[in-house]
């Protein structure tokens, strides 16, 4: 009886494995092959992936096309003569 509450412990505790990462905004920003592919997965299916993700890939495209925002092509305003 011992030893079949010990498999059975090991059965639920194996079950409980680590689960399926998700995708964040970096982690998309930082691998742009996973952005690709969570973009075309959203665009075939969008219920399946969730509003979570596609709104993560879409917000990691956008700082991947954008950049950080810091407005570094701004020029700077004229001096005052």
Same mark, same amino acid.
């Given at each position: &009886?011992?030893? &079949?509450v &010990?498999i059975?412990a090991?059965? =639920?505790?194996?079950a409980?494995g680590q689960p $399926?990462p998700?995708?964040? =905004? /970096?982690?998309? =920003?930082?691998n742009p092959?996973r +952005?690709k /592919? =969570?973009r075309? +997965?959203?665009k /075939? %299916?969008?219920?399946? &992936? #969730? %509003?979570a993700?596609?709104n $993560?890939? $879409? /917000?990691?495209?956008? !700082?991947r096309f954008m #950049?950080?925002s810091? #407005?570094?092509y701004?020029?700077?305003? $004229?001096? !005052? %003569?």
């Amino acid at each position: &009886m011992k030893h &079949m509450v &010990m498999i059975i412990a090991a059965v =639920v505790l194996t079950a409980c494995g680590q689960p $399926a990462p998700t995708d964040t =905004v /970096e982690s998309l =920003v930082a691998n742009p092959e996973r +952005l690709k /592919e =969570v973009r075309r +997965l959203c665009k /075939e %299916d969008h219920a399946k &992936m #969730g %509003d979570a993700t596609c709104n $993560a890939a $879409a /917000e990691a495209f956008h !700082q991947r096309f954008m #950049g950080d925002s810091k #407005g570094k092509y701004t020029p700077q305003p $004229a001096p !005052q %003569d």
